[in-house]
């Protein structure tokens, strides 16, 4: 089955540093990926859909300078999170739906984010 | 906020019982899809039923579609202690593009 990897698992910055995640479709094509923040024992917040070829599109309330999303290819997209912070310190996970439009999606297996 | 509201926020049973799970979305809808997630996981898609569609069955899943409530209900049957886990649905958007929006969620603990 379709399978999506997110990378890295976890990771320990310092406050100010920036870090990129990347989320990569292994077996499909994704022009369309979706970045979802997750707090403890809450649901996904979706951030933003990252388009292949154009400019993300991001929800109210995230800050497109902070999280900059690049999906430079139809296999990859990026997540960085620049001057990063304690109140960063998250569960980021990727998506994309594998044959596009509304169909189901696929997970990468998220990145633990933890600012010090 | 479109985000949903699932019921309950957490439920234990024992194994072998049913468990059910109930999700309530705002505004109208193309699909909606139940994910389950491990601890610290990502989320894998157990079952999308259409806004056409009333029930859906999978396996030991069992999906209810009202879209005049703007409800749908999850049933596990025959519930293992494997079957632990946080379920969501999610509800997909035609926004321009799609979007999915997942609601509360409902943490499952099973005991053996």
């Known amino acids: 089955g379709a399978v999506v990897s997110q990378h890295p698992s976890w990771v320990i910055c310092k406050s100010g540093t920036s870090v990129k995640i990347e989320c990569r479709s292994l077996?499909?094509?994704?022009?369309?990926m979706f970045w979802y923040r997750q707090f403890p024992k809450q649901s996904l917040m979706l951030m933003a859909t990252s388009n292949e070829g154009s400019k993300a599109t991001y929800e109210q309330g995230v800050e497109k300078d902070k999280f900059l999303i690049n999906h430079a290819s139809l296999t990859l997209s990026t997540l960085t999170v620049t001057s990063a912070h304690p109140e960063d310190s998250s569960f980021y996970i990727c998506s994309a739906p594998r044959t596009g439009g509304n169909s189901p999606l696929h997970f990468g297996n998220g990145t633990r984010l933890t600012v010090t | 906020s479109q985000q949903g509201e699932e019921d309950p926020q957490a439920l234990s049973i024992q194994e072998g019982e049913n468990a059910t799970m109930n999700c309530s979305y705002k505004?109208?809808?193309?699909?909606l899809q139940w994910y389950r997630q491990n601890s610290g996981r990502g989320l894998v898609h157990l079952i999308l039923i259409r806004s056409n569609e009333r029930e859906k069955h999978s396996g030991r899943l069992r999906v209810t579609l009202d879209t005049s409530k703007k409800s749908s209900s999850l049933l596990i049957t025959a519930s293992r202690a494997a079957d632990t886990a946080s379920y969501f649905c999610?509800?997909?958007?035609?926004?321009?593009?799609?979007?999915?929006?997942f609601g509360t969620g409902t943490r499952l603990k099973v005991l053996a």
């Open positions: 999610a509800t997909a958007h035609l926004s321009g593009t799609y979007k999915y929006i």
């Open positions: 505004t109208s809808i193309n699909n």
């Open positions: 077996d499909f094509q994704a022009t369309t």
